[in-house]
């Protein structure tokens, strides 16, 4: 399949352990977006990386988040001594920045649990 | 200020029958994108459309519509001969100017399709 994809689905872990989060954008976008979507509610934006320009790190919530990507594809997102408030669906996109519209392409998210 | 306002968290339509989906916005750039994204239980993002700022159309694809009033910023998705499968999460967002790192989305609205 051509479309994002996210690993794993789900993800149980327990209170302050570290959790690993992986993306595989579409091929050739050059922009890849982690956003975080609490229960019933809107997508909060995370992290942006575009080509190998510096990420935007502004919406992280604490740094006890972090993230990478690897080559200008695969993007980890690295959640360290997990709280249980960081329990949520874990949204990647990617989109191809100077398409006519640049709409992003989600993946089916990976769905955090923290006990 | 919220960027992107969803003032209907939930909503009924009677099969058949259209149904608008309310979203304002806020911002002083001139160029900007707006589109609508539909999350349906499985959680998966599926793009619906698009408009863009200087587009003088309103923007259309099959049965979605995008009713854009500028002056008012609104950008509301109407939906023609509702379906039970048009049931889901509806999610409107903006991209501001050519940042493409600066995407704002609302808070959803649930629609609900009655046979």
């Known amino acids: 399949g051509a479309g994002v994809s996210q690993s794993p689905s789900n993800k149980v872990t327990e209170k302050g352990k570290d959790v690993e989060l992986r993306c595989d954008p579409i091929?050739?976008?050059?922009?890849l977006y982690w956003y975080r979507q609490s229960l019933g509610q809107g997508l909060e934006f995370l992290i942006y990386?575009?080509?190998?320009?510096?990420?935007?790190k502004s919406g992280l919530p604490s740094d006890r988040f972090s993230a990478e990507r690897t080559g200008g594809s695969v993007s980890t997102l690295t959640i360290q001594r997990t709280q249980q408030e960081d329990s949520a669906v874990y949204l990647c996109?990617?989109?191809?920045?100077?398409?006519?519209?640049?709409?992003?392409?989600f993946g089916p998210g990976t769905r955090l649990t923290v006990l | 200020a919220q960027k992107i306002t969803q003032t209907q968290p939930g909503m009924f339509v009677q099969e058949k029958e259209a149904v608008t989906l309310d979203c304002t916005y806020d911002?002083?750039?001139?160029?900007?994108?707006l589109f609508w994204y539909k999350q349906p239980s499985s959680g998966e993002m599926i793009f619906l459309i698009y408009?863009?700022?200087?587009?003088?159309q309103n923007a259309t694809e099959g049965r979605y519509s995008l009713n854009f009033q500028k002056a008012r910023k609104s950008a509301n998705l109407v939906i023609s001969a509702s379906q039970l499968g048009d049931s889901a999460m509806y999610f409107c967002?903006?991209?501001?100017?050519?940042?493409?790192?600066?995407?704002?989305f609302g808070s959803g609205t649930k629609l609900n399709v009655k046979p």
């Open positions: 408009q863009g700022s200087y587009d003088e």
């Open positions: 996109a990617s989109s191809f920045v100077g398409s006519s519209y640049n709409e992003q392409f």
């Open positions: 967002a903006m991209r501001e100017g050519y940042n493409f790192n600066k995407f704002y």
């Open positions: 911002t002083s750039d001139q160029s900007y994108g």
């Open positions: 990386f575009q080509g190998n320009s510096a990420p935007d």
């Open positions: 091929s050739g976008h050059t922009a």
